[in-house]
């Protein structure tokens, strides 16, 4: 699983596919990236909770950090999607089979 911050677009962090990745690795690389991002709100969650004053800077960090995770997954699922897509055999025409 590569991640990039090279070339960002509109401020977003890519995800860099390995074009010999399966859909399969694709779909699990995207739960792990939204596993990453559902701890990343627990921990903060938690913090939150218990803190007396919160640190908005570093709360903003964390938060855009879950919003990068989170994008990281859905354009594995994306990838994934289209990967499936092109790896799955269209059906033939219906005007073709007379």
């Known amino acids: 699983m590569t991640a990039?911050?090279?070339?960002?677009?509109d401020g977003r962090i890519?995800?860099?596919?390995d074009p010999?990745?399966?859909?399969?690795?694709?779909?699990n690389a995207?739960?792990?990236?939204?596993?990453?991002?559902?701890?990343l709100t627990a921990l903060l969650a938690d913090l939150v909770h218990e803190a007396d004053?919160?640190?908005c800077q570093r709360m903003a960090l964390g938060l855009e950090a879950i919003?990068?995770?989170?994008?990281m997954?859905?354009?594995c699922t994306a990838h994934a999607h289209a990967r499936m897509t092109w790896e799955t055999p269209?059906?033939?025409d219906s005007h073709t089979l007379r």
């Open 67 to 71: 919003g990068a995770l989170t994008q």
């Open 20 to 27: 010999e990745a399966s859909a399969h690795e694709l779909m």
């Open 53 to 55: 004053a919160v640190d």
């Open 90 to 92: 269209s059906p033939p």
């Open 73 to 75: 997954g859905v354009q």
């Open 14 to 17: 890519t995800y860099h596919v």
């Open 30 to 39: 995207a739960t792990e990236w939204l596993q990453f991002a559902r701890g």
């Open 4 to 9: 990039s911050n090279s070339h960002r677009l």
